[in-house]
T-cell receptor
Framework: SQTIHQWPATLVQPVGSPLSLECTVE??????LYWYRQAAGRGLQLLFY??????ISSEVPQNLSASRPQDRQFILSSKKLLLSDSGFYLC????????????FGSGTQLSVL | SQQGEEDPQALSIQEGENATMNCSYK?????LQWYRQNSGRGLVHLIL?????REKHSGRLRVTLDTSKKSSSLLITASRAADTASYFC???????FGTGTRLTIIP
C-alpha cells in the first residue's frame, strides 16, 4: 500500500515569511495528489490537486501555490504567509485505477504569528 | 463548497454502546466514503459504499446509503475507547469532505 511522507510535523512562521511544505509518496506510481487544509475543529478544505507532473488545479483562490516537480512529489508554497494561512495541512494520494480511496500523510500544523 | 455534511457535530456515548453518525450530500454520487481522524493526525479510510449498494459491513462498522434521500449513516457497534475520533464522509471525484462528527467514547 501507499505511504505518504509529510514534513515537518509542526511549523511556526512569522507573517510575511515564505513557506514550503513537501509531500512524497512511496509504494505507487502516477498517483493523483491532493493538498487539504483543516482549520481547528473544522472539516477539510481542498486546496490543490494534481493528476500528473506539472499539472496543478487550484480549488480556492488564496495566498498559496502548489507544484509537482516529480511523479511522487507534491509541494505547497507561499511567498508571504498571512495569519489566515494557519491550519493543519494534509497531503493525500490516490491511485484511481486500483483503489478510489485516499491515503493521507500525518499532516503539518502551521502556525503563522 | 462542502458536498457532505455530517450530523451530529459531536456525540458522546458510553463504552459498549453503539454510535450512529449521519451524512447528507447534495449531488449525485458514484460512491461515498467514510474516514476517521484521530486528533492531530491524518485521515484513515474506513469503508467505501457504491451508489448501487444499500448496506455494507466491515468488522464493527455498518454503512448504509440511501441515494433517494442523498444520505448515508455509519454505525459503530460495541464502541471502544479507541474509537474516540472524528469521522468524516466524502464524496465526489475530488473527494469533498464534510465537517465531521467528533465521537467521544466514555470508558
Amino acid at each position: 500500500s501507499q505511504t505518504i511522507h509529510q514534513w515537518p510535523a509542526t511549523l511556526v512562521q512569522p507573517v510575511g515569511s515564505p513557506l514550503s511544505l513537501e509531500c512524497t509518496v512511496e509504494g505507487t506510481s502516477n498517483p493523483n495528489l491532493y493538498w487539504y487544509r483543516q482549520a481547528a475543529g473544522r472539516g477539510l478544505q481542498l486546496l490543490f490537486y494534481s493528476v500528473g507532473i506539472g499539472q496543478i488545479s487550484s480549488e480556492v483562490p488564496q495566498n498559496l501555490s502548489a507544484s509537482r516537480p516529480q511523479d511522487r512529489q507534491f509541494i505547497l508554497s507561499s511567498k508571504k504567509l498571512l495569519l489566515s494561512d494557519s491550519g493543519f495541512y494534509l497531503c493525500a494520494s490516490r491511485v484511481w485505477e486500483t483503489n478510489e480511496k485516499l491515503f493521507f500523510g500525518s499532516g503539518t500544523q502551521l502556525s503563522v504569528l | 463548497s462542502q458536498q457532505g455534511e455530517e450530523d451530529p457535530q459531536a456525540l458522546s456515548i458510553q463504552e459498549g454502546e453503539n454510535a450512529t453518525m449521519n451524512c447528507s450530500y447534495k449531488t449525485s454520487i458514484n460512491n461515498l466514503q467514510w474516514y476517521r481522524q484521530n486528533s492531530g493526525r491524518g485521515l484513515v479510510h474506513l469503508i467505501l459504499i457504491r451508489s448501487n449498494e444499500r448496506e455494507k459491513h466491515s468488522g464493527r462498522l455498518r454503512v448504509t446509503l440511501d441515494t433517494s434521500k442523498k444520505s448515508s449513516s455509519l454505525l459503530i457497534t460495541a464502541s471502544r475507547a479507541a474509537d474516540t475520533a472524528s469521522y468524516f464522509c466524502a464524496t465526489g471525484g475530488k473527494l469533498t469532505f464534510g465537517t465531521g462528527t467528533r465521537l467521544t467514547i466514555i470508558p
